[in-house]
């Protein structure tokens, strides 16, 4: 049996250059060494509730934020979210939709079902990497989690 594996970030993300994009962000700033990248909805539902190829993950084991894409296949983002926060097991798991969207149904969709924050992917390079470290830095560092119970 494999170690389960602990997860501070789960990157959820179909555009190559927005994962690399992300990653880069991420890493340069110092923020998450443990980040895992899945590039559709389905496996991002898999990796959270910990079925099919991660059944043997411990839902205790993460992730502490998730970064959501609306856009994606298979399962789009907003069902992530709904299956995500009707759980009790996984809804205290913040939330942040980072996607090129900016129609106001899928921000006022993202709030009714309770997402932590929702951003719009910023095109200039330089302002999506500051972005990203800015979040970063919020979620895992200044935030206050509720401990598990």
Known sequence: MREPEAVEILL????????ELTLH????????NDIKVVRDGEE????IMCRGP????DINSGPRLILLDL????VDGIEVLRQTKADPRTKMIPIVILTSSTQDKDIVESYALGVNSYM??????HQFTESVHQ???????YNQAPHKV
């Open 135 to 141: 979040l970063g830095l919020y979620w895992l560092v």
């Open 120 to 125: 719009q992917k910023p095109v200039d390079f």
């Open 12 to 19: 959820v993300e179909d555009n190559p250059n927005d994962v």
């Open 71 to 74: 856009k994606l296949p298979k």
């Open 44 to 47: 991002a539902l898999d990796f």
């Open 25 to 32: 962000a991420l890493r340069t700033s110092h923020l998450a």
């Open 54 to 57: 991660y059944s043997d993950r």
